[in-house]
């Protein structure tokens, strides 16, 4: 399999989120040999955009002229999101755990994310706020 990468730079904006879907269904569907390829764009689809929607009303909150630079590549079975930021700071471990037992309206982005990806991560330095998502295809 090739490697195949699509870089975004994007406003920190909802309806911007549009063009990351586009992306990934590009990207997966000109790789080879990807099982269930329309539930594996869909479950990318909805981590990058859960990451991307918590950027845009956490980090710039009430900023606005953000930007999210996006690099996501399909290499070797694999499927990885680098998605960089420059607002503020976030501590991932401070997100409790939704109650999956009552329900709630909001809170679910980050557990989401962790149940679809192998590997979520986030560093935040004096050059950017960046996560790395990661799924292995096959």
Not at 1 to 27: W, Y
Not at 67 to 91: P, R, W, Y
């Amino acid at each position: 399999m090739t490697t195949q990468q699509i870089n975004l730079e994007l406003p920190a904006e909802m309806r911007e989120l549009v063009h990351i879907g586009s992306a990934i269904t590009k990207l997966l569907t000109a790789a080879a040999d990807v099982p269930n390829v329309e539930d594996t764009i869909y479950e990318l689809q909805l981590a990058v955009h859960e990451i991307c929607a918590n950027i845009i009303d956490h980090s710039y909150n009430n900023v606005d002229d953000g930007k999210i630079q996006l690099e996501l590549v399909v290499n070797e079975g694999n499927f990885s999101a680098d998605i960089c930021e420059f607002g503020e700071a976030f501590d991932p471990g401070s997100v409790p755990m939704p109650n999956l037992d009552e329900g709630q309206i909001r809170g679910y982005g980050i557990y989401l994310v962790n149940e679809l990806m192998d590997v979520v991560e986030y560093s935040s330095t004096a050059c950017g706020n960046c996560w790395h998502l990661a799924k292995k295809l096959s």
